[in-house]
């Protein structure tokens, strides 16, 4: 069965970076691309972009460019996403996602909670 | 602000329908057929309750359907059930080829 596992919970101190992972099994990893969403406490979801497992063509939300990359390791069908410069309006649940452009987000993540505070 | 609108709540009694709105412009909820509905239970992560307007995924109960005339999007759930409960995000493709999420419309159960 499809499953993303996402790394866990993490604090970080304004200014600072995180990476969080998504290691996708029971499909082709390169026949779908991930997303990335984020829920900041109380709010809704927020697309932050998404990236093509097959080829590492990636899209971004225009207010995270510059501050967000996303990569895939196809060895190990895992995808990652890395947030720099951190704020405290970071705080969030992050979630990845299967599916990019005109599919739908047919799996998720189970979520990483990122807080970030000084 | 979210790019695309949906009222903040809406309520039923069980065994009755309901549906929820999600207003776009024509650069995204009007311009494609390419607009999904997403449950999200408290403290859990979304599921896709209906893709490119009113395809339902495998597993999910046909009393949840989908439909779209113009800029406007709409979830209709009929037989209304207390697990029904939850917060519901609509979703659509732009032509700036990114996503755009709803704000999201809590379903209360009565």
């Known amino acids: 069965q499809v499953q993303l596992v996402q790394s866990g919970a993490e604090v970080k101190k304004p200014g600072a970076s995180v990476k969080v992972s998504c290691k996708a099994s029971g499909y082709t990893f390169t026949s779908y691309g991930i997303s990335w969403v984020r829920q900041a406490p109380g709010q809704g979801l927020e697309w932050m972009g998404w990236?093509?497992?097959?080829?590492?063509?990636?899209n971004y939300a225009q207010k995270l460019q510059g501050r967000v990359t996303m990569t895939t390791d196809t060895s190990t069908s895992t995808a990652y996403m890395e947030l720099r410069s951190l704020r405290s309006d970071d705080t969030a649940v992050y979630y990845c996602a299967r599916g990019i452009g005109l599919r739908p987000f047919d799996y998720w993540g189970q979520g990483t909670l990122v807080t970030v505070s000084s | 602000q979210s790019a695309l609108t949906q009222p903040a709540s809406v309520s039923g009694s069980p065994g009755q329908s309901i549906t929820i709105s999600c207003t776009g412009t024509?650069?995204?909820?009007?311009?494609?057929?390419?607009v999904s509905w997403y449950q999200q239970h408290p403290g859990k992560a979304p599921k896709l309750m209906i893709y490119e307007v009113s395809n339902r995924p495998s597993g999910v109960p046909d009393r949840f359907s989908g439909s779209k005339s113009g800029n406007t999007a709409s979830l209709t759930i009929s037989g209304l059930q207390a697990e029904d409960e939850a917060d519901y995000y609509c979703?659509?493709?732009?032509?700036?080829?990114?996503?755009?999420f709803g704000g999201g419309t809590k379903l209360t159960v009565l």
């Open positions: 024509s650069s995204d909820v009007g311009g494609y057929n390419y």
């Open positions: 990236i093509s497992a097959y080829n590492g063509n990636t």
């Open positions: 979703s659509s493709y732009t032509s700036s080829s990114t996503l755009a």
